[in-house]
């Protein structure tokens, strides 16, 4: 159950969040300004690239990579296919995972390597492996960690990754706010240089701008009813959320918020693009989980019995192109069913700067709901 006192008692927050999730959310800006600055150091801006590579091969554990895989997918669009290398493993374990390059990948192919760990030695190995078969190598990591040793010896580009020096001792979570931008804002750099999109340095800079204004917005001391994160946690909690996106940057947010739902706040969500959700959740909002689903729920004992399972539909919109969109019949499907529905849009930006705003707003509302429901 969610404590929504909680929510606007900034010292209680901050007692709950033993893991600094909420201040890796608030300096999430500070940390893009700090990863570009490794990354120039490292002279990714001096690179003259022969052009653009076949292919982009990323590599990482758990949901950060998972995200930077997608996000750049989606960033890069035709240009570079970009293919997630998932690890296979007898457990999650740093020790347990290794990585293979697929059987084309050579010397026309840009491997990434992105972790907030290092000590991985499957990801050692899959440097060797590249370099072997001629891949370039570039790697995101904890300065000092064995994959540094690795990636120098196999004549790669280590970039540091941007740490915080309040981090706590026990692994982070890979869906952590902090972690993602430390991870992704070099490869932005990186792939700028070689013509697969646009990044320069002045729209690393809005990125970090727009991240300074949402965590204005959404912070601990900002009260739930004008705060959109915390009115959107509050929302969520005892749902199942039903994450709807449309828009090019819009999908890859809605992915991230559900894993952050899940691994931060022990929740589940479904995520779909409209408007094929209309067809791939109809039945789900016919059915049990509709909010007219349990007409009988007026004499449920408020004290010994939890209350039903329902749907919240959560709408995530970038302005797509051409103006065309279902959002009208998202709404009225939704409110048919009796199913409350939460809308996010982003403000007027470059690409960039829409996603940032997106994934942030969300990454605070998933911290809120893990710290207000005891996750």
């Keep these: 159950m969610l404590d929504e006192s909680l929510l606007d008692t900034p010292e209680a927050l901050a007692e709950a969040d033993r893991r600094a ?62 293919t997630r290398l998932a690890p296979a493993g007898v457990a999650p374990a740093a020790g347990a995972l290794r990585w293979e390059l697929p059987g084309w990948a050579g010397s026309v192919d840009l491997l990434l390597i992105t972790t907030p760990d290092g000590s991985e030695p499957g990801l050692s190995l899959l440097a060797e492996q590249a370099y072997r078969r001629g ?43 902090g972690v993602l931008w430390a991870l992704l804002t070099p490869i ?18 809005k990125v970090a701008d727009r991240l ?52 931060l706040a022990g ?8 408007p094929e959700a209309l067809d791939s959740h109809n039945a789900l909002l016919a059915g049990k989980l509709a909010g007219n689903a349990d007409p009988d729920d007026f004499f449920r004992d ?21 103006g065309l969109t279902a959002a009208p019949a998202a709404r009225d499907l939704a409110l048919s069913h009796d199913t409350p529905i939460s809308e996010l849009e982003p403000e007027p930006g470059g690409e960039l700067e829409t996603l940032a705003e997106l994934i942030a707003i969300t990454d605070f509302a998933a911290v809120y709901l893990a710290l207000a429901s005891g996750a």
């Design 21 to 82: 999730l909420l201040r890796g959310a608030a300096e999430a800006g500070a940390r893009v300004r700090t990863a570009a600055r490794h990354a120039a150091e490292a002279g990714v801006h001096d690179l003259k690239p022969d052009g653009r590579p076949r292919a982009i091969l990323i590599a990482g554990p758990g949901a950060a990579a998972i995200c930077v895989a997608d996000l750049l997918g989606t960033l890069a669009g035709a240009t570079s296919p970009v």
């Design 135 to 177: 891949c370039t190598v570039v790697a995101v990591a904890p300065a000092g960690s064995p994959l540094t040793e690795a990636v120098h010896n196999n004549h790669g580009l280590f970039v540091p990754m941007a740490t915080a020096p309040y981090e706590p001792d026990e692994p982070i979570a890979a869906s952590a706010p």
């Design 188 to 205: 932005l750099a990186l792939l700028d240089r070689t013509g697969v999109l646009t990044a320069p340095p002045e729209a690393l800079e």
């Design 212 to 263: 300074d204004h949402i965590a204005e917005r959404c912070g601990p001391a900002i009260a739930t009813y004008s705060n959109p994160a915390k009115t959107l946690a509050a929302e969520l909690a005892d749902t199942l959320p039903l994450i709807w996106t449309e828009g090019v940057s819009a999908g890859p947010a809605g992915r991230r918020l559900a894993a952050a739902l899940a691994e």
């Design 267 to 274: 929740s589940p969500a479904l995520v779909a693009e409209l």
């Design 302 to 322: 408020r004290v010994e019995e939890a209350p039903a399972l329902h749907a919240r539909v959560v709408l995530l919109r970038d302005r797509p192109l051409g």
